[in-house]
């Protein structure tokens, strides 16, 4: 089992360091993403500090990432793509 399927089994939450070392970010982008509202699975805990839930993190990333480890963004139409030679189709 990879570290990815393990965030549904873990009984701990985990800190914005623990965080930001599973994401490959660093804790102050973390802390930015909280604030931006852009992560979910957080709260506040006394001495205003924050914790996750590592399954609720796991739910976070397949919804950004669809899944597949890859940020969502638009999807791209083979009909709008240039030709072979890199020149527009209807040129």
Partial sequence: MNPYDKLEHEHRSWSVEEVA???GYCPRYVRRLIRQGKID???RVEGGDYRFCPAKLKV?????FNGNGKPSGPKVDSHNKAGKDGEDEAA
């Fill in 60 to 64: 976070w990333m397949e919804k950004r």
């Fill in 41 to 43: 699975g957080w709260w």
């Fill in 21 to 23: 070392d599973f994401l």
